[in-house]
């Protein structure tokens, strides 16, 4: 793309998009004037807006037009360079012209061997090669779309509209879809509904999503007047009982990071709530907030409170527009009661929270990489340390947790740590979230006890399809790992884990019969990290590409994969590389091999 921008004008609808999100322009009613900021403070303080105003000019036409990077460079005071290099970075913004109405058909793990394939053909006889353009429709592959549950999976970037997503596609869908249907859109289904005994999942299915009066209902807002009673040392304590731990992978006690950032000398701190699920597999954050997103909001403000911020963010997978849409509604009806603002619940307390959404980059799933995605920069994660807690969003100390791990606070504080650390295992308290797909009868988000086996899990959601027993179980996703069934007695806990050298990671668990081409699937996971690398530090830019090549060579050839080669890369990237994408790009693969799963030397 040339970056000569002096002939480049944006269109009127252009302008009043990029203006709805960073404000009125010169001239225009209420506007403050169209100006250049050369640097300074004035200028950083609105380099945030960078991605959402990109997001409102692809949303206007199908793609971010040279007039349009121009005119937000101008507004925002960014060189143009720095946000073309921001633009290209994500996978759902466009800076080459395409049709407005755009389907990505995930043809990744959890929908690979069960039905994309066949949708793929359909839209290929129908429309063409994926990125033809059909009369101003198209359609291209994509990586997981957290739709794992009901598959294959599609989400379509309508022009001019709200995105939209559909599980268990068809081709007659798509087509409808992109011919202008707009069918009202509907939550995740769980087959736990009801049930008494679920704790996190207790709403979902059964109380209105979208009413304030519905979540009251239900127990809401319970936990928020408690933890003001309680204070902030008293709130942290209790968490700290609990022996709550990340449930977003990294298994990190929560406690740590909240005292850490209320203990901090900076006045000002921030709270964010990381909803950027993109583990092939994992899908638990979405139903949460597509089912239950009045939690995610009173959660969060517990966090802020706790911790003494005045501001906390969601930052939300882009390819999950009804739960962004839900949060938005529940953070609006949050304001209207009081319960999020300048006086929460009528008290000298300030909170509130801004939804952002992320544009399609794996990568902002890492907490200092998603920082610098709402900062208005590349999504590249930063060297540790210093940590978020210390030197985090902007510069100031800040708390990151998942959505599963802040829906958990809430019975926290209304029922006391000791009693959430009752149930589970003496080292993995509470329940936990599982994200069960693939071969199975029933696919979907369970709620167990920590320490349920795995093959407990699989059969609460129906057993396998044929009845038989799993060929192999990918636990965590991508970047986990491939076990067995002798894995089946494996209670699901950290410590079971570990001992196993698996993780848990961010609760994916796809099952594979003896149908699935496991040289295949790998060789998807290999593409996957090659495609997701952000490139920022070599050895994981170089490693992914050459072990995506080793896979490639290996299926083409029919020839042994080079076992020695693989553990090689693996070392490089798992000993070098600046983040977790590195450290784990190789997990699933060598435990793929190491099971005899891919034939190797």
């Known amino acids: 793309m040339d970056l000569r921008f002096l002939d480049a004008e944006a269109s009127p609808e252009e302008r009043d998009a990029i203006d709805a999100v960073v404000g009125p322009a010169e001239g225009s009613p209420g506007g403050p004037g169209l100006r250049v900021v050369r640097g300074g403070g004035e200028a ?53 012209e395409r049709p407005p109405r755009v389907a990505h058909v995930c043809d990744d793990v959890a929908c690979r061997g069960f039905g994309a394939a066949d949708l793929i053909a359909g839209l290929e006889a129908e429309l063409g090669p994926a990125g033809t353009d059909g009369g101003g429709i ?50 995740a289904a769980v087959p736990q509904a009801g049930d008494p005994a679920l704790r996190l999942l207790r709403r979902v299915g059964v109380a209105d999503p979208t009413s304030l009066d519905a979540y009251r209902a239900h127990g809401g807002y319970e936990a928020l007047p408690r933890a003001m009673e309680l204070g902030s040392a008293r709130i ?24 850490a950032v209320a203990g901090a000398d900076e006045r000002e701190r921030y709270v964010i709530c990381n909803a950027d699920e993109s583990e092939p597999g994992t899908f638990k954050d979405r139903v949460l907030m597509e089912g239950d997103p009045f939690a995610v909001v009173e959660s969060l403000t517990i966090a802020g409170f706790a911790v003494g911020a005045r501001r906390g963010y969601i930052y939300v997978r882009g390819e999950y527009p009804l739960a962004a849409s839900r949060l938005v509604g529940a953070i609006e009806a949050a304001r209207r009661g009081r319960l999020l603002g300048p006086s929460l ?21 890492e907490e200092t990489a998603l920082m610098n995605s709402i900062e208005g920069h590349r999504g590249e994660p930063r060297n540790k340390p210093p ?103 494996m209670p699901l806990s950290f410590e079971a884990a570990a001992d196993r050298g698996v993780s848990l990671g961010s609760g994916a668990v796809v099952v594979f019969d003896a149908a699935a081409d496991f040289g295949d699937l790998v060789r998807r996971i290999a593409a996957f990290f090659r495609d997701e690398s952000c490139g920022q530090c070599v050895p994981c830019r170089v490693g992914t590409v050459r072990q995506e090549e080793l896979f490639a060579r290996h299926l083409a050839s029919g020839e042994p994969l080079d076992a020695g080669l693989l553990s ?34």
């Open 44 to 96: 950083r303080s609105r380099r945030h807006l960078l991605l959402p105003a990109l997001q409102a000019a692809q949303n206007r036409i199908g793609w971010i037009s040279r007039g349009a990077l121009d005119y937000i460079c101008r507004r925002l005071s960014v060189p143009p360079a720095d946000a073309y290099g921001v633009a290209t970075f994500y996978g759902l913004l466009s800076v080459e």
């Open 138 to 187: 198209s359609w291209m592959p994509s990586p997981c779309l957290g739709r794992c549950d009901r598959p294959p999976a599609v989400f379509f970037q309508l022009a001019g509209e709200n995105d939209r997503a559909r599980s268990a596609a068809t081709v007659a869908d798509v087509l409808a879809v992109l011919a202008g249907d707009t069918s009202p859109l509907l939550g």
């Open 236 to 259: 942290i304590d209790e968490l700290e009982t609990s022996g709550l731990r990340g449930r977003g992978g990294a298994a990190f006690p929560a406690a740590v990071k909240w005292r």
């Open 345 to 365: 619940l009528g008290s000298a307390v300030e909170f509130d929270i801004d939804v952002r959404r992320g544009a399609g980059a794996y990568i902002c799933g």
């Open 387 to 489: 940590f978020p807690t210390s030197h985090g969003l902007f510069g100031k100390p800040t708390v990151v947790n998942n959505v599963e791990t802040l829906a958990n606070v809430l019975d926290i504080v209304t029922s006391g740590g000791r009693a959430f650390a009752a149930t589970g295992t003496d080292r993995t308290t509470g329940t936990r979230l599982f994200c069960l797909s693939g071969a199975v009868a029933r696919g979907g988000v369970y709620e167990v006890a920590s320490g349920t086996t795995l093959g407990e899990l699989i059969e609460t959601g129906g057993g396998t399809r044929d009845g038989g027993e799993p060929a192999a179980i990918l636990l965590g996703g991508a970047a986990g790992s491939f076990v067995g069934p002798d894995a089946l007695a």
């Open 568 to 601: 090689d890369i693996s070392r490089v990237m798992s000993d070098a590389s600046i983040c977790g994408l590195g450290h784990t790009a190789s997990g699933a693969v060598e435990s793929a091999v190491a099971l005899g799963l891919v034939e190797a030397t």
